[in-house]
């Protein structure tokens, strides 16, 4: 399965997701590919600090990805894609080589107006792959009223890409974990950090 997580817009916290998706991935015994598309180059950097050698991590930033990716299904059982920043040839082709589309989007206004211009994309490209889409809610504070307005907002393109039930909070542990190579169920195995990605690879390889 090919997983991209990807915003035309920075800052929304897309490695921080891909990254994490990568380690539960791992320790549920899948083969994981990470690919970086980003030039900043973060899910890569991350790998570098990674001391385990259960993800295997390349930085691919071209616009032939979705034909490229073809070469590596047979060796793993799971691609994540680490994609966006702007809307250009690569983010469209890291979409393209996706199953699945997963769209974080910050609780604010800006990000939900923002949203749209991935949204767009995911709509063009859909009926060339067929595949499927979904939007969650990042660093998301606790019982805010920004939340449920965000949320209600976005019911405008959930025709397209449903909205998860399940939301991300703006917890410490995603931070704190990232500079020593470690997923958040690692860093702190009993935390809210840990549930909430235990949950989202659930939703997304389970189906549940």
Not at 151 to 156: F, G, I, P, R
Request: aromatic fraction near 6%.
């Amino acid at each position: 399965m090919i997983v991209t997580v990807g915003n035309t817009k920075g800052g929304v916290g897309k490695s921080t997701i891909s990254v994490n998706l990568a380690v539960e991935c791992a320790r549920n015994g899948q083969k994981v590919l990470l690919i970086d598309t980003d030039p900043q180059g973060s899910a890569v950097a991350f790998r570098a600090e990674r001391e385990a050698d259960d993800i295997h991590a390349i930085a691919l930033i071209t616009d032939k990805l979705h034909k490229d990716v073809l070469g590596f299904k047979d060796a793993f059982s799971t691609i994540i894609i680490d994609a966006g920043g702007r809307d250009n040839k690569v983010f469209r082709s890291a979409v393209a080589a996706s199953d699945l589309f997963l769209l974080p989007v910050l609780p604010s206004q800006f990000d939900v107006w923002a949203a749209e211009d991935s949204v767009n994309v995911f709509k063009e490209i859909k009926p060339f792959n067929g595949m499927k889409g979904q939007m969650i809610l990042n660093m998301v504070r606790s019982n805010t009223k920004i939340s449920v307005e965000a949320q209600a907002a976005l019911s405008e393109y959930t025709d397209e890409l449903p909205l998860l039930p399940l939301r991300l909070h703006n917890r410490v542990a995603y931070k704190s974990s990232i500079s020593l190579g470690l997923g958040v169920s690692e860093y702190e195995p009993k935390g809210k950090a840990a549930q909430e990605m235990k949950k989202l690879h659930n939703i997304i390889f389970n189906n549940i």
